[in-house]
């Protein structure tokens, strides 16, 4: 009846049992020791990783608070700050519109570019695609100011030197770009291959594949990566700094000159005699940290909504 | 040469029982239906707010096999995963009751679970060898997790569990070969090889022949009856033939109104399939729902 005729000539079941529960046994209080250990060290990196971050947000948020009001958020910056005046600076509303619409350009430029991209590395292999795939890669890495020369010399001077809100989009979307790419085609790549194969089964285009099944699956994991690019480039400075000018009142116009949150603070550090608007920066640095916190909860809630009833 | 062997076992049994002190015969003599190795109280499990079973209570023979049958939905997955706490790793998902292994409360802190799940083996619904190791590693990677090193023990736990599940010709020849390489069939043979590779003191499987042909499903079954020697087997099927031919206590679970498994009834195989007490039983025995 037995199929077992494998010959045990060292030790019994039992011995063989034994033996492995006593070595799990060794193991895991070992382990356990270890354990100890480790989270001991965890806890110590853990902390040595907060310090800094948290002193940051401390001393952001204490010096920063007393700005946040309506008057603060919704008043463009003083054209001129008098010196018998130096406190009558306004607010950041110029600031505000302008990175709400360079950003906007900038993303609206990337998510389309990105995702096709992604959706092209998917689909093909070979080597002419695995160099772009590393192109792409190396384009991360790529210093901010060097995006911001390329756009100054692209753009901005062909144009008659004008500094635009658009120009600044265009940098950012280089940005983001390389970024967004890599993150949605990891996306991509986290979807089963069953669910590919099972489509592809049912007689269903290699395109009708990727549009009703690939990219449902991926969107949560892309939506994540576009929001964690997104929240990259609202404080980028170095590409903007030089090519989007700056603009005292509201403008939503992406041709004209522009001020962004990065670049006003910037210029009240650097730029400015009046120790008010160094002050003024805490303020700026508050609301910039408060968007990316809004960028990363927007895409948990997101994310959150269409992981719903999958597994 | 079947024949043989068994003449072995069974002389090497004898001998060492007689050269053993009497408690051991004592022991020996002791296995029956009455020996239970775990105990199951009043055991639900709820993901969330929905209840997937519940009211099951039952004792598992110790060195018999168990089938648990019912129609599809109806918990028996979720039952089986309770009993090595694998729902711990499911978010929302709660079991309550209780279970015991040899007396000890699994859920209460009586066991660590990495232990709990050392002594108590899996073979899934769907074959999960590990990708990224050889057919070779894949088998010894339970032994490797529980800190056993030495190669020679390692090489014949890898043999004789290939054996054990049948594999061992099919792979002889390639045991460095990715354990994915292999077809569907092989695979599970892979993971019922690996899980009894670490000789654990219960083994649960969850439909393990459902994605093998005739002949291996044969294997499989021997194999268990032969098993029973040295492991508790705990097997969820929806063969009934199988459950009938393989096992010596069988578990029926069915929906209630609401849709929540229950168990309506637990009793050797033999009562089970020619005399339940239940007629829902009866019923699904004889084909006429589920
Ligand atoms: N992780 C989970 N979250 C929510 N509900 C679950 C989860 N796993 C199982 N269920 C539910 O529990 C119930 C029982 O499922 P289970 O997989 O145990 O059934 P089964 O008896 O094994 O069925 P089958 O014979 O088809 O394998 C089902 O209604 C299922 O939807
Ligand atoms: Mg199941």
């Known amino acids: 009846m037995t199929v077992i005729d494998a010959p045990r000539p060292t030790m ?6 034994a033996l492995i529960q006593s070595a799990a046994r060794a193991t895991y209080n070992r382990k356990v020791w270890m354990s100890r250990v480790f989270m001991v060290f965890l ?4 902390i040595i990783a907060l310090i800094p971050l948290l002193s940051i947000i401390r001393d952001v948020i204490g010096n920063g608070w007393r700005y946040v009001n309506w008057t603060f958020l919704s008043t463009p910056q003083a054209a001129e700050v008098s010196m018998f005046n130096q406190n009558a600076i306004g607010g950041i509303s110029n600031a505000i519109t302008g990175t709400l619409l360079i950003d906007a350009i900038a993303t609206l430029i ?29 384009m991360i890495g790529l210093p901010s100011i060097l995006v911001g020369i390329f756009i100054y010399v692209v753009v901005v ?4 030197y004008r500094f635009t809100a658009f120009a600044g989009a265009l940098a950012l979307a280089m940005m983001m770009i390389p970024l967004m790419t890599i993150a949605c085609e990891s996306a991509l790549r986290a979807v089963p291959e069953t669910l590919t194969e099972a489509a592809l089964a049912l007689g269903a285009k290699p395109s009708r594949v990727m549009l009703r099944v690939v990219l449902p699956y991926a969107v949560p994991r892309m939506i994540t990566g576009i929001m964690l690019s997104m929240s990259r480039a609202v404080g980028e400075t170095a590409p903007i700094l030089f090519i989007i000018g700056s603009s005292l009142v509201n403008s939503w116009k992406p041709l004209q000159p522009a001020t962004s949150l990065p670049t006003m603070m910037f210029n009240y550090l650097f730029n400015s005699n009046y120790q008010s608007q160094k002050d003024a920066c805490w303020g700026i640095a508050l609301i910039l940290i408060f968007a990316v916190f809004l960028l990363n909860l927007a895409s948990r809630v997101i994310v959150a909504r269409t992981q719903k009833g999958r597994s | 040469m079947e024949i043989t062997e068994q003449g072995n076992e069974a002389s090497k049994q004898a001998q060492q029982a007689a050269d053993s002190i009497p408690s051991m015969v004592e022991a020996i003599a002791d296995k029956g239906p009455q020996t239970s190795i775990m105990s199951l109280r009043d055991v639900a499990v709820t993901f969330g707010s929905k209840v997937a079973v519940r009211d099951v209570s039952f004792d598992v023979g110790k060195n018999r096999v168990t089938s648990m049958i019912g129609p599809s939905g109806s918990g028996k997955t979720t039952l089986l995963r309770a009993l090595n706490r694998l729902h711990d790793l499911t978010k929302g998902a709660k079991v309550t009751g209780s279970i015991t292994l ?31 190791m050889s057919i070779y590693e894949n088998v010894a990677s339970g032994l490797r997790f529980n800190g056993v090193k030495k190669k020679s023990i390692i090489d014949d736990a890898v043999e004789h569990s290939l054996k054990a599940a049948a594999l061992w010709d099919a792979v002889e020849n390639r045991l460095k070969v990715a354990g994915g390489t292999l077809s569907g069939g092989e695979q599970q043979r892979l993971c019922i090889a690996r899980a009894l590779a670490v000789e654990p003191e219960i083994l649960l499987m969850d439909e393990p022949t459902s994605a093998l042909d005739p002949v291996s499903t044969q294997h499989i079954e021997d194999l268990m009856s032969s098993l029973k020697e040295i492991v508790t087997i705990i097997i969820v099927t929806h063969n009934m033939q199988q459950a ?23 009793a050797t195989t033999e009562k089970i399939f020619t005399d339940p007490s239940d007629k829902r039983t009866l019923d699904y025995i004889q084909g006429r729902f589920g």
């Open chain 1, 12 to 17: 019994t079941d039992d011995e063989r049992r």
């Open chain 1, 43 to 46: 806890g110590l990196a853990l």
């Open chain 1, 110 to 138: 990337a998510i389309p570019i990105s995702i096709l991209m992604a959706i092209s590395l998917y689909e093909s292999s070979g080597r002419i695609m695995n160099a772009v795939r590393m192109y792409v890669e190396v």
């Open chain 1, 157 to 160: 001077t062909p144009m008659g």
């Open chain 2, 102 to 132: 040899d007396d000890t409360d699994i859920y209460n802190g009586g066991i660590p679970t990495t232990l709990l799940r050392s002594r108590i083996g899996m073979v899934f619904q769907r074959p999960n060898p590990f990708p990224t």
């Open chain 2, 244 to 266: 009938a031919r393989v096992s010596d206590d069988c578990a029926f679970l069915l929906m209630g109104d609401d849709r929540a498994g229950e168990l309506i009834e637990f």
